[in-house]
């Protein structure tokens, strides 16, 4: 049995949704997802109907529970060689749509966790793209949401200190220098020793960035700073009790429900699915109807899109 000496079991394969084994694969990476939402418990209960589970969660206070065996395969990639051969991480959110804020108890066990699956595994040194991914990389999704995918560096970098022996990457001189550009030294707002200290004034002040002494730009990295935002959809709930489904379909699962007000986002380039003569749209926990497939909206359908 593969499980993290940092995890406690909860809920530990008491759904269908996973896979036994890894069909021949070698697990090289680890994904990182956020759960669009803040109730940890219900997780992975929501997983009995929904087709999707993953290995681990991290609650608002950095614990961690394990869901699947690593030795098998948890269905959270959206693609099925990167499920094989990956390890998926759920992070609770602290705060809704539209931020999906994530606590920093839970960036740092994530960090935790995160090295400890790579030592295990033989990872080596984590580097985004490389071994540590995001649900994104594999799926038309917005997952890990807009506040943690910004900060999937930063659990690199930790993870990578936690099994280089130390406490956060250290420049030779022990400052960090805040500028515009590195052969920029005149815009330099202040050398800290402290990185956090650094991140804060570099956030501080648009268009700046942390630097060590030997020109390593170490926050944001290219792979951490935010890319351009994605055009999105808002979908509006009209009415009370709409139903969400595991599904876009009448047969799916009834998964939860949503009342008048409720709001997502999805990015303007995903499709709706049309199904039983209704318009199905992604919904953070399953699929909902939309309203009927006459080719354009109605004054009666249950989202509103803008």
Not at 39 to 51: C, F, L, S
Not at 208 to 219: P, R, W
Not at 224 to 243: E, M, W
Request: charged content about 20%; overall charge positive; aromatic content about 10%.
């Amino acid at each position: 049995m593969g499980i993290s000496n940092l995890a406690t079991k909860y809920g530990f394969q008491s759904f269908p949704h996973y896979s036994e084994g890894r069909s021949g694969a070698t697990i090289n990476k680890i994904v990182l997802h956020h759960m669009a939402g803040t109730n940890y418990d219900i997780v992975p209960g929501i997983w009995q109907t929904r087709e999707a589970s993953a290995h681990y969660g991290i609650g608002k206070n950095g614990e961690i529970r394990a869901y699947v065996d690593e030795n098998n395969t948890a269905w959270h990639a959206g693609n099925w060689n990167a499920n094989i051969s990956s390890i998926g991480i759920e992070h609770c959110n602290l705060t809704g749509d539209p931020t999906w804020q994530v606590a920093q108890a839970t960036i740092e066990a994530s960090a935790k966790l995160c090295a400890d699956i790579a030592k295990r595994h033989g990872l080596g040194t984590l580097v985004m793209g490389k071994n540590l991914f995001v649900h994104s990389d594999f799926s038309a999704t917005s997952c890990p949401g807009p506040y943690l995918k910004p900060r999937v560096q930063e659990i690199c970098n930790k993870a990578n200190a936690i099994n280089n022996g130390t406490s956060a990457p250290q420049p030779t001189s022990g400052l960090y220098r805040v500028r515009k550009t590195w052969a920029d030294a005149k815009s330099q707002k202040g050398a800290f020793k402290d990185l956090t200290n650094a991140k804060k004034c570099a956030d501080s002040n648009s268009g700046y960035a942390v630097f060590d002494e030997k020109d390593n730009k170490i926050y944001p990295s290219s792979s951490s700073t935010p890319a351009p935002a994605t055009p999105t959809k808002r979908l509006t709930v009209q009415i009370n009790g709409l139903n969400v489904r595991n599904k876009p379909s009448l047969a799916g699962a009834v998964v939860g429900t949503y009342n008048k007000g409720a709001t997502w986002t999805l990015p303007k380039a995903e499709q709706f699915t049309i199904s039983d003569d209704w318009v199905w749209a992604r919904a953070p926990i399953g699929y909902c109807a939309v309203g009927r497939n006459t080719g354009k909206e109605e004054s009666d359908d249950y989202i509103f899109i803008s």
